[in-house]
């Protein structure tokens, strides 16, 4: 019903910048919020940032001052904004978000296939 797509992932050096792309289609109503995670091998799924319908951004504070997250609501749309990069920011990176696909219903859609973001040291 809802598909997430995420791209924009590679290999960076230390100190450098990337930016994420994660595409939602199907059938959206509207989006109430979308988040950005990772995972490392070995770890949990983590939320790295976050934004709501009304713009509200929160951010883990490993990742605070370095990333950004924004969102274009006409393509549903969001993006991440990486610098400053560290070694320890090596992880597969999801979206994820809290969707309407009608005005009565809501859902949250299965994971996407993530995109690998390797940062060299």
């Known amino acids: 019903q809802v598909q997430l797509v995420e791209s924009g992932g590679g290999l960076v050096q230390a100190g450098g910048s990337l930016t994420l792309t994660c595409a939602a289609s199907?059938?959206?109503?509207?989006?109430?919020?979308m988040g950005w995670y990772r995972q490392a091998p070995g770890k949990q799924r983590d939320l790295v940032a976050s934004?709501?319908?009304?713009?509200?951004?929160t951010y883990a504070d490993s990742v605070k001052g370095r990333f950004t997250i924004s969102r274009d609501n006409a393509k549903n749309t969001v993006y991440l904004q990486m610098s400053s990069l560290k070694a320890e920011d090596t992880a597969n990176y999801y979206c994820?978000?809290?969707?309407?696909?009608?005005?009565?219903?809501?859902?949250?859609?299965?994971w996407g296939p993530g995109t690998q973001v390797t940062v060299s040291s």
């Open positions: 994820n978000g809290d969707f309407r696909s009608s005005i009565n219903s809501w859902t949250r859609p299965a």
């Open positions: 199907g059938t959206i109503f509207s989006i109430e919020s």
């Open positions: 934004i709501t319908s009304r713009g509200t951004t």
